[in-house]
């Protein structure tokens, strides 16, 4: 299980930085969590499952 929107955390990144900056943020938070409970996600599945977007964004 992963965290897909931290609340205000999210919010406060996307006011300050932008949503290039969430969508990276948002990244880095699900493939860590996934990673520490033993899960190596593709490229493929961060981008259409999770995060609705190409793979050329996660790259």
Request: net charge neutral; charged share 30%.
């Amino acid at each position: 299980m992963v965290t897909l929107d931290a609340g205000k955390e999210d919010e406060e990144i996307r006011s300050k930085y932008g949503l290039a900056a969430l969508r990276q943020a948002r990244l880095a938070r699900v493939t860590h969590e996934a990673w520490d409970q033993g899960v190596s996600l593709m490229q493929e599945d961060i981008a259409a499952k999770l995060l609705n977007c190409g793979v050329r964004t996660v790259r």
